[in-house]
T-cell receptor
Framework: GDSVTQMEGPVTLSEEAFLTINCTYTATGYPSLFWYVQYPGEGLQLLLKATKADDKGSNKGFEATYRKETTSFHLEKGSVQVSDSAVYFCALRTSFGNEKLTFGTGTRLTIIP | DTAVSQTPKYLVTQMGNDKSIKCEQNLGHDTMYWYKQDSKKFLKIMFSYNNKELIINETVPNRFSPKSPDKAHLNLHINSLELGDSAVYFC????????????FGEGSRLTVL
C-alpha cells in the first residue's frame, strides 16, 4: 500500500540555518505530494504541493521538488526563523481514485534564536 | 469567521461514557474528514464523507459513529469510551473527494480517565 517515510525528529536548528527534512514515498501510479505544517495548538495547514514529477512546490521560503527517480519530496528552506518551529508532515495522494491522503509520521522542528 | 470549526476544543471524561464532537465548515466544500492524532503526532484517517455519503471508513471500532446531517457538518459520536481513545481529533474538509488540499480545524483534545 501507499506509505510516506519522513526523517525522525526532533530537529533543532539555530536561526538562519539551512533546513532539510527528508521525505520518501511508496505509491502505485503517479501520486500528488504535499507538505503540511502544524503550529503549536493548531490544526494542520497546507504548506506546499507538487502534482507531477519535477514540479517544485514553494511557499513562505520553503521548497520541495517532486523527484520520481528517487521517490522523494524533501522540504528545504535556506534560512529558518524561530516562527518556523512546528511539526511538518509529508503526505501523498494517489491518482487511482483513492480519496485518502496518507501522511508521514511528522517531524518536529525547533528553531532557537 | 473560522473556516472549519470544531466543538468542544477540550473534553475530559470517564471511561465508559458516551461523547460527541461537532464539526462545521463554511467553505462550501463537498468532502469532510475525521482524523485521529495520537500523543506521538501520528495522524490517521478515520472517516470521510462526500456530500453526506460515507466514502472512507478505516478500521475503526464501531463504538465510533460519524454522522453528516448536511455537507457542511460532520459529527463524531463515541460510545463506551476507553483509555486508548485519548487523542486529538481533527476535522477537515476539501473542495471534493479528489483533492489533497485539506483544511483542518483546530482539533478537539479528548482525555479519557
Amino acid at each position: 500500500g501507499d506509505s510516506v517515510t519522513q526523517m525522525e525528529g526532533p530537529v533543532t536548528l539555530s536561526e538562519e540555518a539551512f533546513l532539510t527534512i527528508n521525505c520518501t514515498y511508496t505509491a502505485t501510479g503517479y501520486p500528488s505530494l504535499f507538505w503540511y505544517v502544524q503550529y503549536p495548538g493548531e490544526g494542520l495547514q497546507l504548506l506546499l504541493k507538487a502534482t507531477k514529477a519535477d514540479d517544485k512546490g514553494s511557499n513562505k521560503g520553503f521548497e520541495a521538488t517532486y523527484r520520481k527517480e528517487t521517490t522523494s519530496f524533501h522540504l528545504e528552506k535556506g534560512s529558518v526563523q524561530v516562527s518556523d518551529s512546528a511539526v511538518y508532515f509529508c503526505a501523498l495522494r494517489t491518482s487511482f481514485g483513492n480519496e485518502k491522503l496518507t501522511f508521514g509520521t511528522g517531524t518536529r522542528l525547533t528553531i532557537i534564536p | 469567521d473560522t473556516a472549519v470549526s470544531q466543538t468542544p476544543k477540550y473534553l475530559v471524561t470517564q471511561m465508559g461514557n458516551d461523547k460527541s464532537i461537532k464539526c462545521e465548515q463554511n467553505l462550501g466544500h463537498d468532502t469532510m474528514y475525521w482524523y485521529k492524532q495520537d500523543s506521538k503526532k501520528f495522524l490517521k484517517i478515520m472517516f470521510s464523507y462526500n456530500n453526506k455519503e460515507l466514502i472512507i471508513n478505516e478500521t475503526v471500532p464501531n463504538r465510533f459513529s460519524p454522522k453528516s446531517p448536511d455537507k457542511a457538518h460532520l459529527n463524531l459520536h463515541i460510545n463506551s469510551l476507553e483509555l486508548g481513545d485519548s487523542a486529538v481529533y481533527f476535522c477537515a474538509s476539501s473542495q471534493d473527494a479528489g483533492s489533497g488540499e485539506l483544511f483542518f480545524g483546530e482539533g478537539s483534545r479528548l482525555t479519557v480517565l
